[in-house]
T-cell receptor
Framework: RKEVEQDPGPFNVPEGATVAFNCTYSNSASQSFFWYRQDCRKEPKLLMSVYSSGNEDGRFTAQLNRASQYISLLIRDSKLSDSATYLCVGMDSSYKLIFGSGTRLLVRP | GAVVSQHPSRVICKSGTSVKIECRSLDFQATTMFWYRQFPKKSLMLMATSNEGSKATYEQGVEKDKFLINHASLTLSTLTVTSAHPEDSSFYIC?????????????????FGEGSWLTVV
């Protein structure tokens, strides 16, 4: 079983739509969690950290449910520029980042 | 904010030769750097953890004699792909952990380099 698992997609949504990504993790990747965004042929860029209390940054909302070992990312009012691959990432106790395979989002006009 | 610089961004080399990729933290000290490899449409896979002044810790299945990692200073780690083969062609990315608490960052903040595309022909 992979340590961090997420639906590869692609999610193909119209501009303005709300889209949600889900991710599950195993115990070893259980210290901290993040969502990264990766554009084609580029390095990953931190989108936001994920906290148990849930956190919001503009159109983006992240949730963490430790009991279910489940992480989510909600994007409201999708923009064309949101098209990218979204990586669910866990950090273990030695600061290693464990990446999910990524969920590809395509926002169409 | 913190910046990690990786060089070269693209490199083409012949089979059997060696290639060195550099990863520098530009405005912070990085006690730990990580090297990842990413094949097309695949996730990033951790290759090794590099700690300043000590030997790198390699992940299972990664050949330490093939992928030489040196972390000689708090701002520089290098990955050398030795005797490169076409199957080593990949996107190599480094990341660096901020070594200490600072006004702008916390101890578990990770910054990524821009990545290096290696093509072995």
């Amino acid at each position: 079983r992979k340590e961090v698992e997420q639906d590869p997609g692609p999610f193909n949504v119209p501009e303005g739509a709300t889209v949600a990504f889900n991710c599950t993790y195993s115990n070893s990747a259980s210290q901290s969690f993040f969502w990264y965004r990766q554009d084609c042929r580029k390095e990953p860029k931190l989108l936001m950290s994920v906290y148990s209390s849930g956190n919001e940054d503009g159109r983006f909302t992240a949730q963490l449910n430790r009991a279910s070992q489940y992480i989510s990312l909600l994007i409201r009012d999708s923009k064309l520029s949101d098209s990218a691959t979204y990586l669910c990432v866990g950090m273990d106790s030695s600061y290693k980042l464990i990446f999910g395979s990524g969920t590809r989002l395509l926002v169409r006009p | 904010g913190a910046v990690v610089s990786q060089h070269p961004s693209r490199v083409i080399c012949k089979s059997g030769t060696s290639v060195k990729i550099e990863c520098r933290s530009l405005d912070f000290q990085a006690t730990t750097m990580f090297w990842y490899r990413q094949f097309p449409k695949k996730s990033l896979m951790l290759m090794a953890t590099s700690n300043e002044g000590s030997k790198a810790t390699y992940e299972q299945g990664v050949e330490k004699d093939k992928f030489l990692i040196n972390h000689a200073s708090l701002t520089l780690s290098t990955l050398t792909v030795t005797s490169a083969h076409p199957e080593d062609s990949s996107f190599y990315i480094c990341s660096a952990r901020v070594g200490r608490q600072g006004a702008r960052s916390s101890g578990n903040t990770i910054y990524f380099g821009e990545g290096s595309w290696l093509t072995v022909v």
